[in-house]
T-cell receptor, first 116, second 112 residues
């Protein structure tokens, strides 16, 4: 079974600053995906960024980038030029790659607050 | 395209009552998931359907929870009888292929 750990329950930064959210995971799988999801008060989970474990290059999506350290089982999210609309819960998630069950295993989340 | 539709948005029931949640996935999405998100935690997978067959229900409390996906489209999740610890947000998601999840806005259940 996989576990995902987010050690920062809450973070607060000023608008336009850069912030990094931490995530570690534990698995015996060699083939998997890692994700960061954003959950605003509307409750809908929104995909921020995805990383395939077999790819060494870190994924980037506009202001969002990850630092994927496979050996250390670490997967942090960096948000550059933070905006008020980035305020939300952020969840790190793991998905096994391969046939059959592909449900997500989530961490407990980090509440990110962007201050004006 | 239309998103994943869930209803009701909120539900309050007394313990030992029964409740049902409905999910309409994105058209053409073969895979459907139900997740339970307890306050202060990340979502936990309850059940995964591929078309109308169950792929994974290992974390579904089968003594009180049941789910079905008739004709491989809509799905219903039922709790009978409800307990206080079932208070949570129930999220439905669908996917046409691996890792292409789209989540609905969920149903917030309060058991009193």
């Amino acid at each position: 079974a996989q576990t995902v750990t987010q050690s920062q329950p809450e973070m607060s930064v000023q608008e336009a600053e850069t912030v990094t959210l931490s995530c570690t995971y534990d698995t015996s799988e060699s083939n998997y995906y890692l994700f960061w999801y954003k959950q605003p008060p509307s409750r809908q989970m929104i995909l921020v960024i995805r990383q395939e474990a077999y790819k060494q290059q870190n994924a980037t999506e506009n202001r969002f980038s990850v630092n994927f350290q496979k050996a250390a089982k670490s997967f942090s999210l960096k948000i550059s030029d933070s905006q008020l609309g980035d305020t939300a819960m952020y969840f790190c998630a793991f998905m096994k790659r391969g046939g059959g069950a592909d449900g997500l295993t989530f961490g407990k989340g980090t509440h990110l607050i962007i201050q004006p | 395209e239309a998103g994943v539709a869930q209803s009701p948005r909120y539900k309050i029931i007394e313990k030992r009552q029964s409740v049902a949640f409905w999910c309409n996935p994105i058209s053409g999405h073969a895979t459907l998931y139900w997740y339970q998100q307890i306050l202060g935690q990340g979502p936990k997978l309850l059940i995964q359907f591929q078309n109308n067959g169950v792929v994974d229900d290992s974390q579904l409390p089968k003594d009180r929870f049941s789910a079905e996906r008739l004709k491989g489209v809509d799905s219903t999740l039922k709790i009978q009888p409800a307990k206080l610890e079932d208070s949570a947000v129930y999220l439905c998601a669908s996917s046409p292929y691996r890792y292409g999840y789209t989540f609905g806005s969920g149903t917030r259940l309060t058991v009193v």
